[in-house]
C-alpha cells in the first residue's frame, strides 16, 4: 500500500506534467492562430493581386486584337 506522502508526491507530478502539456498545447493554439491570420491576409492580397493582373491582362488582350484589327 502507498503512503500518503507517495500518493501526493506522484499526484503533484502528474499535475505538473499535465499543466506542462496544458501549456504546450496553448503555445500550439496560439501559434496556429497567427499563422492562420497570417495566410489569410496572404490569400486576400493574392485574390486582389489576381483580379488587377486579370483585368490588366483583359485590356492588354483587347489592346492586341485592336492593333491586328488595324
Known sequence: MWSKFEVQELSGSR??????????????????SREKTVIIAQHTDL??????HSA????MREEMLKMCAR
Open 15 to 32: 499535475l505538473a506534467s499535465i499543466e506542462n502539456t496544458l501549456a504546450q498545447h496553448h503555445s500550439l493554439i496560439v501559434d496556429y
Open 47 to 52: 485574390k486582389t493581386c489576381g483580379t488587377t
Open 56 to 59: 490588366k491582362l483583359k485590356a
